[in-house]
């Protein structure tokens, strides 16, 4: 476990991909079977065991340190694993009656233990390793067994690396990924030229999509809209949505851009897909929730996100549905070299087959030229789900389905965003990069109150800024704190004083749950007006102009 | 007689009104007890300074000679009568001639502690444990988070890396006063005898400590260095310059960053650090509740830094305490271009 935390911390700070790829590679090719094979799990978020929950471990620590003082820290750190890994006591009894081999554990023994473990074993367990590992075996441990491996490594990038054991690419690491399982032998052996390709045995394999590359400016000069088809940009998740056979039984799978099954959470879909006698299929497209014909925001999205289980009051309330753009493979065969007009027009056949009501086509969207295509951007006229709608999507007639990034095939032209002059009235310590520092801003609009003007907030921010700039806003909110209530601090903010914030976002709407009456989407700070004073911020009558015409 | 008698918490910094006298205040004072030279604490512009020896000479390299009206050195220790207090200067450990204040008016003690740690460093005398019925606490690391791990094993990773990068430079981020000088001691001490480089804006402090009697080996300057010389070589800097341009002119620099604060992932990544040294002139967590302990002391005063657990523990261990929730101390010399624009 002490190799395999020295890598993941490594990676933390590991800014670059190629230095991830390397200390990565460098692990696989130095460590073993089976140790590397469950790293490799690790990295890919492939592990089965029942993760423990915060809760265990909270209960942990507080039979250890002073629950006041835990969660003082927690507010600091912001990481769970992390805060616990620094508070955890130095082991009173020597490391060596924790371990099974008298050490401390190596990740396999700790991956097979858990697999094995009961419910009431793990407590007894974890705080057995953690006595025996040092600070940065602890924080792995936790972050492992929680389930929240985040090093910036993404599922894809451990699999490149370990491709470049034996030159490999990864997308042929994909291809055979699904029919195999931890510690993964047959595959380091494929890689290593000791053994044979390994056999896909999953009839309804995940395929690594096509991204599309955003609009700067001056990037359609020269490009003939002729050569170009256009879509909506829609604000949903891109999924892949797969129907297979085998064995004469019907097999539906959905999976999210980075490959992630997350057929669970989405049974309404599943059964949908199951019905369809016969077919066979593998389609791209976007997931939205979709009520009486319409597309609901992204926040209704939200709630069925991130859910191992959905109730049938919840797919009552936020339907799922997908919108399909793309068709990938049909029947036997794989389209992916096929140019997108001649997919396309498989699609659009396929869905009029089909009928389903939780499937429905992407429409084209007519133009004559660039000009076009830069007014529907900012205004679409698909009026009933104008709001769902971020943009347009550009798509070359003879591109073929090429997974990654390729240059020039696809393009996204995003709506610009709106703009307003808020000040900074709440702000909070934030999680993961921006812990430790107040980083999460709580902004707000002037409007008419009983005594003259008053700040009201519009919205809460916590990106857009640089990193120098958030130790410039941290020191600020310390420097302006006025009040507190609990972690949260109220900043000085009025017609004297007050920090000025530019909030950039890409929506509003009507809104019951704020006090203002507006709730911004994707709000972010766009800049820091050091330099203007509070009373020249904006007032909440040019934030109502915004709203949506009902 | 109340605390509160001798020392009053102000915007300026801390008052004792027997004395007339502020301890480090942060504007123009007409007299002051100056306890160290970081620019948080040492402010020019007094009419009077009482400060130990090193202290005055660290403000008059930082601010000119002239920076106080008038000044006097004290010998650690000795008792000087201002107003009806009796004041004299401890050592605190924290860099070269940091000093705790003692007070002692009508049989009342207090102790104000400036910044300190209880780690060896090779560069300050150690700090000295002081009974007392009022402590006013720094409490910079005070969360139990914070525990240092010993210096030289870092200053050893620092070593080991250079070792194994042998055609990258190391720079090494670090506060221009004390930490610079403890992390090149330090680096002796781990067996490091090849030059150290060094950025300009260190160079006076470097020379004074080493004119003090600190010995730091063959230090050489950074700028105008061959660029051959600096593949494998340890360069320490001020940790603003670590984003600057002149940070370019190093061979695939490897960014470290010697800090107390690095303990915290989020404060290493944060700051692009790829090797996070925690070596701290603060005392850690253990340290503050040990220190606090052995005072002695029946009331405890909280400053700069994480008050709120500090003041809880000290509660559940009986004491009255006090966050005093000051404004202005606790970026020593962090010589953040954007931090100080904000806070002007
Ligand atoms: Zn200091
Ligand atoms: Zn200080």
């Known amino acids: 476990m002490n190799r395999f935390a020295e890598l993941l911390d490594r990676l933390a700070f590991e800014p670059s991909r190629n230095g991830k790829l390397r200390l990565m590679t460098d692990y696989f090719s130095r460590r073993g079977d089976p140790e590397r094979g469950m790293a490799l799990a690790a990295l890919t978020g492939s592990l089965v065991f029942a993760h423990a929950k915060p809760g265990l471990i909270r209960a942990l620590i507080e039979e250890r340190v002073d629950p006041a003082l835990f969660r003082l820290s927690y507010d600091y750190v912001g990481d769970l694993s992390e805060t616990v890994a620094l508070l955890w006591p130095r082991a009173a009894q020597a490391p060596a009656e924790a371990g099974e081999q008298g050490f401390a554990p190596t990740l396999a023994e700790i991956v097979e233990r858990l697999s094995r473990a009961g419910k009431r074993d793990l407590p007894g367990l974890l705080a057995g390793w953690l006595d025996a590992l040092d600070e940065t075996g602890r924080w792995a441990l936790l972050k492992l067994i929680t389930g929240s491996l985040r090093v910036g490594v993404s599922a894809r990038l451990a699999k490149t690396a370990a491709a470049a054991l034996g030159a490999r690419e990864p997308d042929e690491i994909e291809e055979v990924w699904h029919g195999l399982s931890p510690p993964y032998p047959d595959l380091f052996a494929w890689l290593e030229g000791r053994g044979p390709r390994p056999q896909t045995q999953d009839p309804a394999p995940f395929r690594a999509p096509m991204l599309a590359h955003p609009v700067e400016a001056g990037d359609l000069d020269g490009l003939s809209p002729a050569d170009f088809s256009a879509e909506w940009k829609w604000d949903g998740i891109r999924v892949q949505a797969i129907r297979a056979e085998q064995g004469g039984r019907a097999i539906a799978r959905l999976y999210s851009r980075a490959g992630e099954d997350i057929s669970a959470g989405f049974p309404d879909l599943v059964a949908s897909l199951l019905s369809m006698s016969g077919a066979r299929f593998a389609l791209d497209g976007e997931l939205l929730v979709v009520r009486a014909g319409a597309v609901q925001s992204f926040g209704a999205l939200q709630q069925r996100l991130n859910r191992k289980s959905v109730s049938a009051r919840l797919i009552a309330e936020h339907p799922a549905h997908v919108r399909a753009y793309d068709l990938l493979a049909e029947d036997e065969a794989d389209l992916r070299e096929r140019p997108f007009c001649e997919r396309r027009a498989r699609l659009e056949a396929l869905i009029a087959r089909l009928d389903a009501p939780a499937l429905d086509l992407s429409p084209a969207i007519a133009f004559a030229g660039w000009d076009d295509i830069a007014r529907l951007r900012l205004e679409p006229d698909h009026a009933r789900d104008a709001a769902a709608i971020e943009g347009v999507m550009l798509k070359r007639l003879d591109s073929p389905y090429v997974p990654g990034r390729p240059k020039g095939l696809w393009w996204k032209w995003k709506r610009d965003p709106h703009v307003v002059d808020a000040v900074l009235m709440y702000a909070q310590r934030g999680h993961g990069k921006r812990s430790s520092y107040y980083s999460d801003f709580t902004f707000g609009v002037w409007r008419d109150g009983a005594a003259g003007a008053e700040l009201t907030p519009v919205g809460k921010a916590y990106f857009g800024f640089t990193d120098a700039e958030l130790r410039a806003l941290d020191r600020y909110v310390r420097d302006n704190t006025v009040e507190r209530f609990g972690p949260v601090r109220v900043v000085g903010a009025g017609a004297g004083r007050g920090l000025v914030l530019e909030i950039a976002f890409e929506g509003l709407n009507r809104s019951t749950r704020h006090k203002s009456g507006v709730a911004m989407r994707f709000p972010r700070i766009a800049r820091i007006r050091w330099d203007k004073p509070a009373s020249e911020a904006d007032r909440l009558a040019t934030l109502e102009a915004m709203l949506p015409q009902v | ?344």
């Open chain 2, 1 to 344: 007689m109340r605390a509160e008698d001798l020392l009053i918490p102000a915007a300026e910094g801390l008052y004792c009104p027997p004395g007339d006298f502020f301890i480090d205040p942060l504007r123009p004072a007409a007299r002051a007890v100056v306890t160290h030279g970081h620019s948080d604490h040492a402010r020019a512009g007094h009419g009077a300074v009482l400060a130990t020896r090193p202290t005055l000479d660290i403000m008059a390299i930082r601010y000119g000679a002239g920076f106080a009206g008038a000044t006097q050195a004290a010998a650690p220790g000795a008792v000087t009568r201002i107003g009806e207090v009796e004041v004299s200067l401890h050592p605190a450990g924290h860099v070269r001639g940091s000093a705790q204040v003692l007070m002692q008016w009508r049989g009342f003690r207090a102790v104000v502690s400036g910044d300190y740690k209880r780690a060896a460093d090779p560069t300050c005398a150690p700090f000295e444990p002081l009974r007392c019925d009022l402590f006013v606490s720094e409490a910079t690391f005070g969360l139990p988070v914070f525990r240092h791990p010993p210096a030289l094993r870092e200053v050893e990773k620092l070593v080991a890396s250079a070792a194994l990068f042998a055609e990258r430079a190391h720079l090494v981020g670090a506060y221009p006063l004390g930490k610079a000088q403890r992390v090149m001691a330090l680096l002796r001490e781990a067996g490091w005898d090849r030059p150290i480089y060094l950025h300009g804006a260190m160079e006076r402090l470097t020379e004074y400590y080493r004119a003090d009697g600190v010995e730091l080996g063959d230090v050489r300057k950074a700028t105008g260095a061959d660029r051959a010389a600096l593949a494998g070589a340890i360069v320490i800097c001020p940790p603003s310059a670590m984003q600057e341009a002149w940070a370019r002119r190093f061979p695939d620099p490897v960014a470290c960053f010697a800090s107390g604060w690095m303990r915290v992932r989020a404060r290493a990544r944060q700051r692009g650090v790829e090797l996070p040294l925690v070596i701290s002139d603060h005392a850690d967590w253990d340290e503050l509740c040990a220190t606090i302990v052995e005072t002695g002391c029946s009331q405890l005063w909280i400053t700069h830094g994480e008050e709120d657990a500090l003041a809880h523990w000290a509660t559940t261990r009986g004491l009255a305490a006090r966050p005093l929730r000051l404004v202005g101390y606790g970026e020593e010399d962090a010589g953040d271009g954007a931090a100080q624009e904000s806070a002007a």
